[in-house]
Nanobody
Framework: QVQLVESGGGLVQVGGSLRLSCAASGRILSVITMGWYRQAPGKERELVAAVQNTGRTNYADSAKGRFSISRDNAKNTVYLEMSSLAPADTGAYFC???????????????WGQGTQVTVSS
């Protein structure tokens, strides 16, 4: 019913920047929250940043001051601008959206397939 498609990952050197995008499509009635999670090899998936439909944002401590999340509600698209990247930022980045889909009565959480970010030193 709902698909999330990410783009923008890749290989970047320490101190570089990347911009991730995630577009939600399908039978969407409403999207409350969109966010980005990171999963490094052998580690749990963790929140990087999230933005609500009100514009309120939430960042992991490691992302504050370096990453910026934004959202285009009309396009159901979320962006993550990452700067001053470090090797610790390496991992698979997954887009998440909390969506009310047509034909359903409650919000559900959807995930994208992930996009790899590798920061080389």
């Amino acid at each position: 019913q709902v698909q999330l498609v990410e783009s923008g990952g890749g290989l970047v050197q320490v101190g570089g920047s990347l911009r991730l995008s995630c577009a939600a499509s399908g039978r969407i009635l409403s999207v409350i929250t969109m966010g980005w999670y990171r999963q490094a090899p052998g580690k749990e998936r963790e929140l990087v940043a999230a933005v609500q439909n009100t514009g309120r944002t939430n960042y992991a401590d490691s992302a504050k001051g370096r990453f910026s999340i934004s959202r285009d509600n009309a396009k159901n698209t979320v962006y993550l601008e990452m700067s001053s990247l470090a090797p610790a930022d390496t991992g698979a980045y997954f887009c998440q959206a909390v969506v009310l889909a047509s034909g359903t009565r409650s919000y559900s959480t959807y995930w994208g397939q992930g996009t790899q970010v590798t920061v080389s030193s």
